[in-house]
């Protein structure tokens, strides 16, 4: 990914979440671990169109991003929805959509 400099860094995390979020296998995943509570190895997220690379891949793009969070046991890693990043995801996205939603009046250039 292309460096973003001249960013604050809440705008490089939120940026990182969302390009996270902007694939829809990524996003089915994470519906996914979100209605199970924890999956592993033992107990996949099956998705037919993905082949078990790619869903390690989405895995390791989610968990880049923070959106999940991934705990090792034994041999496999069980991975669960990151509540922390979720809700300040939610408030951030929140405060940028109020934002867009404010009319200003037009200025003249």
């Known amino acids: ?14 940026a990182v979440m969302v390009r996270a979020l902007a694939h829809p296998a990524r996003f089915a995943i994470l519906k996914e671990i979100a209605s199970r509570g924890v999956v592993t190895a033992l107990n996949p997220v099956v998705i037919e169109q993905l082949a078990p690379a790619s869903m390690v891949q989405h ?12 705990k090792i046991f ?29 009319e200003r009046p037009l200025r003249r250039v």
């Open 1 to 14: 990914m292309a460096a973003l400099l001249g960013y604050e860094s809440g705008e490089k995390k939120l």
């Open 59 to 70: 895995l390791r793009e989610l968990k880049r991003a923070g959106l999940i969070k991934g």
């Open 74 to 102: 034994g041999a496999h890693t069980a991975y669960e929805i990151n509540r922390e990043t979720i809700g300040n995801l939610q408030l951030a996205l929140g405060e940028f959509m109020d934002l867009l939603q404010t």
